[in-house]
């Protein structure tokens, strides 16, 4: 059981609204898969918010990029999220993986949220 609990790892992915009020710090993803999110018990658009995830892949230069479909059009990762919600992403969907990921929140906090980030190890 041990083994199987070592594989995942908690970390915070936090809104400072004193940077930015929509807009994760970075968490680092190198060796892991995102596998949920935690939503604090306090957030501004309870019921409503959507969030997108952002990845840096690593290159060169440094950069982080929205998830996009087929079409081009940035994905809505988690739509209509509640306080103290535990999201899981959706098993049919490829692995999000990268250099690191910040979350993006469609509404504006007004205090710092600490989102927890779920990860994997990849293997």
Do not use: W
């Amino acid at each position: 059981m041990a083994e199987y609990l070592d594989r995942y790892q908690y970390r915070i992915a936090l809104v400072d609204i004193s940077a930015d009020d929509d807009l994760s710090v970075a968490v680092d993803l190198v060796g892991f898969e995102l596998m949920g999110i935690v939503i604090p018990g306090a957030i501004d658009g309870d019921g409503t918010l959507d969030i997108s995830i952002q990845i840096d892949p690593g290159a060169k230069v440094s950069a982080f990029h929205a998830l996009m479909d087929d079409a081009g059009a940035a994905v809505s990762t988690f739509s209509n999220v509640s306080a103290s919600e535990l999201l899981q992403v959706d098993a049919g969907q490829p692995p999000i993986c990268g250099a690191q990921l910040k979350l993006s929140l469609s509404a504006a906090q007004t205090a710092d949220r600490e989102f927890g980030v779920m990860l994997k190890t990849l293997e």
